[in-house]
């Protein structure tokens, strides 16, 4: 065969080793460097092996009488019709050789898929995020959900001074009770001591109000349906979901590895204000909460008279909560068609023993 380029090391040569040709013929590796006496060892005697960064090497090694000797060579194609011509006796050596390249490059197999696993959920999440949201989120078990909600309030609380005493506070809790029920223990409602008229629902069941939307309501009705509608984001898991689609792909990460509920409550409070519903889950949780305040045997026209005049203002200065939950034409539309089906008498005005609003 033609000579092979490589590069032999051993006693005696300088450390960067020396230019050879490699030849195999005859079962006798034959090592030829310019100007020396050639090295020549039969194939049995020699060791065969990769080396070099990411195994790209192929090395020749014996021992003598001097010592240890290497001989390196890096062309695929020499190293290749080298092993081509290796005896048939002595093949094992060249089929582990197989085993020992594909052990090399596991490590990079591995920072590939290390790679490669994030961008194929985003991927994922650009291309169909509703599934990927939906997924993650049905492998998050209430539990958790739970946990996740406890840790948003906490920086909740940090954040904002929270009512729990005066006639506001009174008067959202009997609210509320005129909702869920005096022993209701699936949600916990909150007065934030902010001017701004909004509301929101975190994991599991807290639900915050502030105090500018219960001194804007004219009525108990109006709070009611505020709060039935936040109950039905919370049971349709709409504030999990919105969170998950808001932090993207690395709750997806967190959820495989196994840490979901840290990473989202992190990531919680400060998402929590800005997180905007879609159509949908608007339509959702209209729906839901207006079937819920029937069930109750409330009148659901506050919550209809509300959001309206919610949308109304929104010309002006637009309410925090038309940023949050975005009014439309459809849904008041909606809202009223339901009401018209009301049979004369299901429902009760909702009332309570307080002073409405309670201003202090």
Known sequence: MAACKGRLFGPGLAPTGIEVDVVLANAVLTVQASGERPWRVAASQLSLRHTGFNAS????????????????????????????????????????????????LLPWIALVMVIAVPTLLVAMLLFSQERVVDFIAARISTSVERQIGVAAMTQVRAATELLTEGGQWQALNAVAV??????????????????GVNAF???????????????????????????????????LRHSLKGMIRAAGVSIAWSLIVGDPGATLAGQAAERLLSLKFSRDAEREADAGGFMLLVERGIDPRGMVDFFATL?????????????????????????????????????????VAVPWPSLE
């Not at 194609?77 to 093949?91: G, T």
């Not at 599991?204 to 936040?230: W, Y």
């Not at 009301?342 to 009760?348: E, F, H, K, M, V």
């Open 178 to 195: 005129g909702v869920v029920g005096a022993n209701n223990t699936a949600y916990r409602f909150h007065l934030a001591a902010d001017d």
């Open 201 to 235: 629902a975190l994991p599991g069941g807290d639900i915050v109000v502030n105090r500018g939307l219960l001194t804007a309501t004219r009525t108990p009705g109006e709070l009611a349906g505020v709060l039935a509608h936040e109950i039905q984001h919370v049971a």
């Open 57 to 104: 090497q192929f090395e020749l090694a014996w021992r003598d009488g001097t010592g240890v000797w290497a001989c390196h060579m890096s062309e695929p194609a020499a190293v290749a019709a080298l092993l081509a011509l290796w005896p048939a006796e002595l093949a094992p050596a060249t089929q582990a050789l197989g085993g020992a390249r594909r052990r090399a």
């Open 311 to 351: 949308a109304k203002q929104s010309e002006a200065t637009p309410p925090a909560l038309l940023a949050t939950h975005p009014a439309s034409a459809e849904r008041e539309a909606a809202l009223s068609a339901r009401l018209a089906k009301l049979a004369p008498g299901c429902c009760r005005v909702l009332t």
